[in-house]
């Protein structure tokens, strides 16, 4: 029983993960285009992130966000590949 229910997180896993992952590059391109190239202090604006090249700043709240999506995904996405592994090998 237990094991049917590995069977669908793993899936979920993924696609979570894969979602994360692409929301996190959507915003990180969105703010790319609309942030400021220099610090802005009054408006928040002081964390650098860079694209190529191109800094930009975006606030504090955006930043943690950004990383939080692009660790989470790609960890979940890690996770789901190990689990998709352990189970292949305890089908064995």
């Known amino acids: 029983m237990a094991e049917k229910k590995v069977k669908r997180i793993v899936p979920t896993e993924l696609v979570v993960g894969a979602f994360a992952f692409l929301l996190s590059l959507a915003l990180f391109l969105y703010w ?12 928040g604006h002081i964390c650098s992130l860079n694209n190529h090249g ?4 975006v606030t504090t709240t955006e930043t943690v966000v950004y990383h ?6 790609w960890s ?13 090998h305890r089908m064995r």
């Open 68 to 73: 939080t999506l692009l660790i989470g995904g």
């Open 32 to 43: 790319s285009s609309i942030s400021p190239t220099a610090p802005d202090p009054a408006t």
């Open 54 to 57: 191109h800094i930009f700043y």
């Open 76 to 88: 979940l996405i890690a996770c789901g590949i190990v689990h998709r592994l352990w189970l292949e």
